[in-house]
């Protein structure tokens, strides 16, 4: 049997119609609202920190000279998909 993380009540407020969303989503994918509601939390967070965590090396690699002119980047692109400026 797996362990489950411990988990926390939390209160959200929010419009009837998101609710409205999320019980139809939850009775189409037989699920519960709480399930719904966690994997939607999880998405946010996850693609959230992933791009916070793209920004911060972009930031340490602009920090460390490791960066290139726009017009290079746009020339390499336009080349691999043969596009003509």
């Known amino acids: 049997m797996s362990q489950e993380s411990p988990t926390e ?3 959200v407020r929010t419009a009837k119609e998101i609710v409205s969303q999320i019980d139809a989503l939850a009775a ?3 699920r519960s ?3 719904i509601v966690n994997l939607a939390l999880r998405q946010y967070l996850d693609a959230n920190n ?3 965590e793209r920004i911060e090396d ?3 690699a602009a920090r460390a000279g490791r ?3 726009a017009e290079d980047v746009f020339a390499d692109i336009a080349a691999k998909y043969g596009w003509k400026g």
Do not use: E, K, M, S
């Open 50 to 52: 992933w791009q916070i």
């Open 67 to 69: 960066v290139r002119l």
């Open 33 to 35: 609202r709480n399930y």
């Open 9 to 11: 009540p939390i209160t």
């Open 28 to 30: 189409a994918t037989d």
């Open 58 to 60: 972009g930031i340490a």
